[in-house]
């Protein structure tokens, strides 16, 4: 089935490819287009330079070039233009007399590297390109140079990333989501762009992250980077006894070059890490308090390999391969849990990716992306003993994780950008097959649940569960989405945006999923220096694929709980008082719909004394229809339960609701690359309250829903984050950092099960959802580095290829990038500090009351930590 739908899409594809050819592209009449493609002095294209046409009867058109330094002016009457280029750290260039023939025409322009950065516009009214929703307001670009200086591992990076842009932020390299991100060395440029109401977006939020993956170079090279660090180089943990066993070797090694010389370029990536963590134990037994540490073993390996194959003058089809593989041991021990709870988890993703993106018919942009995913997941537990959990004392006894799955899913986009008149529309669909076969037996040999440490001792647990049953179970699942986007300029400095997309997911009956989108960008004063975008929309959310697996796996066919009350121990059914349930089920409702999150905002960018960028958004959602678990056959007063005949029916609905208010101000320099300093200053506030932790938890009292109501488990009422980067001398630069976050709220519970529905979460009267608060938290990282070049670099081409292949060691290494191009060869060593000044960041506050630990942390984030490393570039 697989094999059939990959290879529908893949026609489909190839057809695409054909229609874009230059044998389909025919331009009649008096027609003229133009098509340029901007370079910097190395050769290297140019992603996002700005071009802005102007006529001879004043018409504007303004576009950005594409990811291969590319952009087209389609449907233009032959004569004079004026053609106005800039791009963020070069010298902008202007052309006051360009004359259009008839038919096709081409240009390639080589803009200078300015001394700084600067973001210039000099067309007819500044305020048209600023009013342009697809153009620079509201976008920060951080250069190669800037890139160099955040963390060299990508899951941290990652973190970064997500910090600058805030709640809700979704990243995308070239285009994709999901997968890891590229090394640092093959990053040409990250964008943070403000344009939530695009109906081309599936997701709410503020701020797309856009990651751009350097183009193709005509000679191999290629660069080689280690960092190392151990318990020798980091502080001890404040709830470790000692400072406990740590190491971190990570590795990477990439090669790139030309297949076929200006048409064909590949790129190779090798990343891995082997790692060994200590988590420390705080825990509280019938002898006492007791704390200790347990290893934490990992191994990751990531491979990829990039083709990019220029098809057409226009077009390039890139296609990717990813393998990325991790095993880790001796998971799930830490905190409240023994060494005896370790489970060991390997898993292996494989993603599949190709892309075009081009002209169509001269007057059209049609990209094309399509991923195909398999992955496998396998996790084992260290034994099989049943589980004992006294709350918030300690955890013993096997993990009951034992389960696998293999994952199967293929993503097919397709976006048509067009312009009719003063109408620059945007067409696309998404159509997305997911199959999953899961082994799944969690909770296989059950688990009893203490209050307190006094009845454990006593041999009283409150409940003992077991889940009985197993077989493999597949299921299809599939998702489709389809928008259309109109952008109209009603002046020069006002412009709507108006669009409507539609979700649809097969598992859920409800089909009328029509999100409307509206927005508006404004330039109000004639120096273009404010700008002003307001938006509102509806979001609708997926269906979880896990939940939806749950449903199916407990369905008392599959499988079922068995739930006792008041059991035996160690013998759940040899106790005075035990009283068994009927089988327990998980159920999907019968009119559960595609919940959706209604957002309105607005925001404001100003230029302040022509060096700094200050801009405030603010962000309201309320999110309608939540997915939440509900016990509909839990007891009712005096334990009557609706069916005597059943067990718990813990039915997955849409009923919850949630509020969010959020402001975000940014504040940074104009000019982003200075020789010396760049900083940037991002601060949040935000309040966020709902119903539910998700999907599958269960409300304290099944039978009123407004006692649920109260803050996120991660509102954090504040926000600050502060990056800085400091060129102390040529090739030494300091980066740093700095994140605070004030306290987020945790649950207090009785440890009782009160009602008798069997979930021992019940709360004392008057205490509603997260009411209390734990610590906040602050962090302060470092990056030195000291980077030197050597060896005489290959003389340039003189030469003007149609694909971009001179080879730029400020691209290739960021940090290289003050050396010049007069270098072959760049060595960089780095030290870098998390958490410089060991601050103690407290977790894990526990609200169980009948814990000898209520109302106190029992874990830490990790101390300071050095790791040093150095990269060389060949």
């Known amino acids: 089935m697989y094999a059939t739908a990959a290879m529908c899409l893949l026609s489909s594809l190839l057809w695409l490819v054909l229609l874009s050819s230059p044998a389909a592209a025919q331009v009649s009449g008096n027609a003229s287009s133009l098509s340029i493609r901007v370079i910097d002095p190395s050769g290297a294209i140019i992603v996002g330079a700005r071009a802005v046409l102007k006529g001879a009867k004043g018409a504007v058109q303004t576009q950005e070039t594409d990811q291969n330094g590319r952009t087209i002016f389609s449907n233009l009457p032959a004569g004079k233009y004026q053609l106005h280029v800039e791009a963020s750290g070069f010298e902008s260039l202007e052309l006051k007399e360009l004359i259009l023939k008839a038919g096709s025409n081409s240009l390639d322009l080589n803009l200078e590297i300015a ?250 942009i049609n990209e094309v992306r399509l991923q195909v995913r398999w992955q496998d997941l396998e996790s084992q537990p260290a034994n099989l003993d049943p589980a004992v959990q006294v709350l918030n004392a300690f955890n013993g006894g096997g993990n009951q994780t034992n389960s696998s799955s293999q994952v199967r899913q293929v993503e097919f986009v397709d976006n048509l950008d067009f312009v009719i008149a003063k109408h620059a529309m945007k067409v696309g669909l998404l159509v997305d097959s997911y199959h999953e076969t899961s082994d799944e037996r969690k909770n296989a040999n059950g688990t009893f649940i203490f209050s307190s440490l006094n009845d454990f001792t006593a041999g009283k647990p409150v409940t003992f569960t077991q889940r009985i049953g197993g077989a493999p179970i597949s299921f299809n699942q599939y998702r489709f989405g389809g928008f259309w986007q109109d952008d109209l300029r009603i002046s020069k400095n006002l412009t709507t945006s108006f669009g409507v997309r539609y979700d649809l997911q097969s598992n859920v009956k409800n089909r009328r999923n029509f999100a409307p989108r509206l927005g508006l960008v404004w330039s109000p004063f004639a120096n273009g220096q404010t700008t002003i975008r307001v938006g509102a929309g509806i979001f609708y959310a997926w269906l979880d694929t896990n939940t ?180 102390i001398l040529e090739g030494l630069r300091l980066g740093t950092i700095l994140r605070v976050t004030s306290a987020t709220p945790y649950n207090i519970t009785t440890g009782f099960d009160d009602n008798g529905d069997t979930t021992v979460n019940d709360r004392p009267a008057g205490v509603g959802r997260n009411t209390a608060r734990g610590a906040s938290q602050w962090d302060l990282s470092a990056r030195l580095s000291w980077t030197m070049g050597f060896g005489k670099a290959p003389a340039q081409k003189e030469s003007k290829p149609t694909f971009i292949a001179s080879r730029n060691p400020g691209d290739t290494l960021g940090a290289l990038s003050s050396i010049g191009n007069e270098s072959r060869y760049g060595l960089q060593f780095y030290l870098q500090v998390f958490n410089v ?29 050095l790791e040093v490393g150095l990269r060389f570039n060949f």
């Not at 180089?233 to 010389?261: I, K, M, V, W």
């Not at 390039?316 to 023994?338: I, K």
């Not at 005096?638 to 609701?657: F, H, K, L, M, Y």
Request: charged share 20%; hydrophobic share 35%; no cysteine.
């Open 115 to 364: 001394e700084i950065k600067e973001e210039v516009d000099v067309s007819t009214d500044r305020r048209e390109s600023m009013t342009d929703p697809r153009g620079p307001a509201f976008t920060t670009v951080l250069t190669p140079e800037q890139i160099a200086n955040l963390p060299d591992d990508p899951e941290e990076l990652d973190n970064v990333l997500r910090d600058m842009a805030g709640p809700g932020a979704v990243i995308r390299v070239n285009g994709f989501s999901g997968g890891r991100l590229p090394p640092k060395s093959q990053i040409r440029e990250i964008r943070f762009k403000l344009n939530p109401y695009a109906p081309e977006n599936h997701d709410p939020g503020l701020i797309g992250v856009d990651v751009f993956t350097r183009p193709g170079t005509d000679t191999w090279h290629g660069t080689f980077n280690f960092g190392f660090r151990d318990e020798s180089l980091a502080a001890r943990n404040n709830f470790a006894p000692t400072r406990g066993p740590e190491q971190y070797r990570r590795f990477g090694l990439t090669l790139e070059g030309p297949l076929l010389a200006k048409r064909t370029s590949l790129f190779l990536t090798a990343e891995g890490s082997l790692s060994f963590d200590s988590k420390t134990i705080v825990v509280a037994l019938p002898g006492g308090a007791f704390s200790a540490l347990a290893p934490v073993p990992a191994r990751l390996l990531n491979l990829s390999a990039r083709v990019e194959h220029v098809l057409t003058k226009y077009q390039t089809l890139r296609a990717e391969y990813q393998r990325n593989a991790s095993a880790q041991n001796n998971l799930g021990v830490g905190n409240f849990d023994l060494p005896e709870r370790a489970f060991s988890n390997h898993q292996v993703e494989n993603l599949l990716r190709l892309s075009v993106t081009g002209p169509f018919y001269k007057r059209f």
């Open 548 to 727: 939806y697996l749950q449903t199916l796996l407990v369905d008392g066919q599959h499988q079922q709980d068995l739930v006792i009350r008041n059991p035996g121990f160690p013998d759940p059914f040899r106790g005075t008082s035990i009283t068994v349930l009927p089988p327990s089920l998980i159920t999907l409702a019968e009119d559960l719909r595609l919940p959706y999150i209604e957002q309105w905002s607005i925001a404001i960018e100003r230029q302040i004394a022509g060096k700094y960028f200050l801009g405030a958004n603010y962000l309201y959602q309320r999110g309608v229809h939540l997915i939440r678990g509900h016990n509909i056959n839990a007891p009712f007063a005096g334990s009557v339960r609706p069916d005597p005949t059943a067990g718990n029916i813990n039915q997955v609905e849409a009923s919850a609701n949630s509020r969010l208010n959020l402001l975000n101000i940014n504040f940074s320099p104009q000019a982003l690359q200075s020789k010396r300093i760049y900083w940037l200053l991002n601060y949040t506030w935000s309040k966020a309250a709902n119903e539910t932790d998700g999907p599958l938890s269960l409300p304290a009292n099944n039978f009123n829903f407004a006692t649920e109501y109260g803050p996120s488990p991660s509102d954090a009422r504040h926000r600050l984050l502060v990056i800085s980067n400091f060129r």
């Open 837 to 865: 000044f060991n601050h103690t960041n407290l977790i894990n506050f526990t609200g169980v009351q009948t814990s000898p630990f209520f109302g106190h942390a029992t874990s830490a984030l990790p101390g300071r930590r």
